[in-house]
């Protein structure tokens, strides 16, 4: 008998029952239909490790449900959505593996990646907890309807903007209001909406610079004077929509310009078949040498400390980011992988050969900037939000000011919380 | 007398022992744990920190804060007397024998049970200055439009209608039951004197709805210094944080920068600040009705 029941258990081990991993992808509909597909050919390549896939969970936002799920204990073995921004509060709780402990991770992660934008992802404490995954890079994005009927070229400097700025913004139906704009800018008050104005225009204007160094606000500089005066002349020229609309004004066809990334092209296919659109580098300042960088909104992996299998899920972690999963990932869902000679592999040749508009966003990659890894940044932006907005939008505070102020108020985070 | 000695109390205790503990998990040690959170600094995912009265010092020099409780007190300021005005207007009409008078009681009340987010998200829609109805009027009769959510004059008071719209028909049913409360016989008096329409309503009907104004003074009252949904979906606390309110305010600290401690500090001072606020509304408005 107790050779039956020994027998059994061994097969059972043997087989893996144990071993199910949970994975959390994100729950917009491309990715769950690329996590779909990629945990169905790691379920047929890999029966002894199976893979359970579920969207993250409905919450406000994916860091708040992560939260929850690790103060609960609920965490996943697997997550692909992870915020970099977010990895200081998960480090400082010791809720995410290190990478470190796996003997092949640096020749896995430097063989994929460009060894610079490994590094930016690595801890406070110098170990790596998260795998590089994919970095949309954020980008002007333009109405090419409009651009071409008027013969204008998109912007690459301010004062290239100012020029085209004042071609597209109009009153086009004689009622002594503008009804067309240059850009389309959030006025709203958030922080994540800085990313994708304020944040994004900083990273271009100061050679690919984020917002912090050594848990000390690093932008009371020009660069962020000029993105800052940038958004206010905009506003007041009227160059930037200054109200509330019940649609999507770029494509509406109100505003000329947008700042979006790759993943954008998808929802327009979806809203507006067949709307003309190119993707052009940020604005910079006059003068302005180098290269451009832009924000890249990147999105890694981790393996939650919870998990009774981190050698499997690094495993499946590791398919993940393989060749074959980051062609899936540009074909279901027009991200980008972050991954060395995107543009030149010939794997991917008849991807960009196909979708010739992901091109530009794919050779951008290789020059973005993350968000810093700080418990505080949200707060910090929430900062920079209502200087944004004071100064940019509403014009009550000149330029300098409100930077002096957003870096002051960091310092006083800092100390304070 | 000890409780729960005699079968009848034992078999009392045994049915309300569900409510009990329901009240014992969903409210009194939230409570409890709220409170021993305002002395602590907790980010959720790492142990409370002892503080002491750290997180009252904050509050105090905290400028967003009382600019929060300002907001708050122009919105109760707004929406109060339009609330009770409205209501109470609304329900001497409906009181009347009017025709499809069912069919409009029903029509008044639905608002309140449709959903805050989806009525906030319908509202906005209203509210757009290109597209919007509110603006689209304005333009027939050949006016400007107006920016209702994004003007820091009228963001606050585009609000205060938005929710008066939204909570009227409760405080229609409470003002309804008032007024059909009122014996008929005093009105018949009155007009056997000889008394206006306007007499009637200042003389009779007005005195003896104190009691459910009192209720609907202090109804509103809570539900505007609870004031989060309208500015957290609409306008997000701006323009220039001239619709944050202390709620929205306690709710960025709590769930966005995991200042646990900090929201539960700022939660405990706008109830406190609540209860004073109705304690004088009583003191004021709280007499009996004779008939």
């Given at each position: 008998m107790s050779f039956v029941l020994t027998a059994i258990l061994i097969l059972v081990a043997g087989l893996g029952w144990a071993a199910e991993l949970s994975y959390w992808p994100s729950s917009n509909p491309e990715e769950i239909q690329l996590a779909r597909t990629l945990v169905e050919e790691w379920n047929r390549l890999r029966p002894d490790i199976p893979v359970k896939m579920q969207p993250l969970p409905a919450g406000q936002s994916s860091e708040e449900v992560l939260l929850s799920a690790v103060v609960s204990k609920t965490a996943p073995d697997v997550c692909s959505n992870i915020l970099p921004a977010m990895m200081g509060r998960f480090v400082r709780s010791k809720a995410i593996v290190p990478l470190d402990g796996f003997d092949d991770h640096e020749r896995v992660l430097y063989g994929r990646t460009d060894a610079r934008q490994v590094e930016r992802f690595r801890s406070a404490d110098g170990k790596?907890?998260?795998?590089p995954w994919k970095s949309n890079p954020v980008m002007l994005v333009y109405n090419a309807e409009i651009f071409d009927s008027l013969g204008l070229k998109p912007p690459r400097t301010y004062g290239e903007f100012a020029k085209a700025a004042k071609v597209l913004t109009?009153?086009?139906?004689?009622?002594?209001?503008?009804?067309?704009?240059?850009m389309k800018v959030s006025i709203k008050n958030l922080w994540w909406q800085r990313l994708f104005d304020f944040y994004t225009f900083y990273v271009a204007a100061s050679g690919g610079k984020t917002l912090l160094e050594k848990e000390k606000?690093?932008?009371?500089n020009p660069a962020a004077v000029s993105v800052m005066r940038f958004f206010r002349e905009g506003f007041k020229n009227e160059y930037f929509p200054l109200s509330g609309s019940a649609g999507d004004v770029f494509l509406d066809g109100k505003a000329a310009m947008d700042v979006a990334g790759p993943w954008a092209v998808k929802y327009y296919e979806r809203i507006r078949p067949g709307f003309k659109f190119g993707f052009s580098p940020i604005p910079v300042p006059d003068g302005h040498t180098g290269p451009v960088y832009t924000y890249g909104d990147a999105k890694n992996i981790v393996i939650f400390s919870n998990t009774r299998h981190p050698k499997q899920a690094w495993e499946f972690v590791k398919f993940l980011i393989s060749k074959q999963a980051d062609r899936r990932l540009l074909e279901i869902t027009n991200q980008m992988p972050m991954r060395k000679g995107l543009t030149s592999d010939p794997y991917f040749a008849d991807f960009f050969r196909k979708n010739p508009a992901l091109r530009k966003p794919a050779e951008q990659t290789a020059r973005v900037a993350p968000t810093d890894?700080?418990?505080?940044l949200v707060q910090i932006l929430d900062s920079l939000s209502s200087q944004f907005e004071a100064c940019a939008v509403y014009g009550e505070i000149p330029p300098e000011e409100s930077i002096r102020a957003a870096a002051k108020e960091v310092q006083y985070i800092y100390d304070h919380w | 007398m000890t409780i729960g000695r005699r079968p009848a109390e034992r078999a009392g205790l045994l049915f309300v022992s569900p409510y009990l503990l329901f009240l014992a998990v969903f409210s009194a040690y939230p409570l409890l744990f709220a409170f021993y959170l305002v002395f602590h600094r907790w980010d959720i995912v790492s142990p409370p920190v002892y503080v002491g009265l750290a997180n009252f010092s904050y509050l105090a020099g905290d400028v967003k804060f009382w600019r929060a409780l300002l907001n708050t007190a122009l919105f109760l300021a707004l929406h109060v007397p339009l609330q009770i005005v409205f209501s109470m207007l609304i329900a001497m009409a409906l009181a009347e024998k009017i025709a499809a008078r069912g069919f409009f009681r029903a029509v008044f009340f639905l608002p309140v049970i449709i959903s805050g987010a989806v009525v906030t998200i319908l509202w906005q829609k209203l509210y757009a200055?290109?597209?919007g109805v509110f603006n689209q009027l304005l333009a027939c009769l050949g006016l400007p439009p107006v920016r209702w959510l994004t003007s820091t004059k009228l963001a606050m008071a585009s609000i205060a209608v938005m929710a008066t719209w939204k909570n009227m028909g409760f405080y229609v049913v409470l003002f309804l039951a008032g007024i059909l409360n009122i014996p008929g016989h005093l009105y018949e008096a009155s007009r056997i004197e000889g008394a206006s329409r306007w007499q009637d309503f200042r003389f009779i009907t007005l005195p003896l709805l104190r009691p459910t104004m009192l209720l609907v003074v202090v109804l509103s009252t809570l539900g505007a210094f609870s004031l989060f949904i309208e500015p957290y979906v609409m306008t997000g606390g701006g323009p220039l944080d001239t619709t944050l309110s202390v709620v929205l305010y306690m709710y960025k600290h709590a769930f966005m920068f995991q200042h646990m401690g900090y929201a539960s500090t700022v939660g405990f001072a706008l109830a406190l600040l609540a209860l004073v606020v109705v304690l004088v509304q009583k003191r004021y408005l709280d007499t009996e009705a004779h008939y």
């Open positions: 790596l907890y998260q795998v109009r009153d086009s139906d004689g009622d002594g209001r503008i009804d067309r704009w240059a606000a690093a932008f009371d890894e700080s418990v505080h | 200055t290109d597209t």
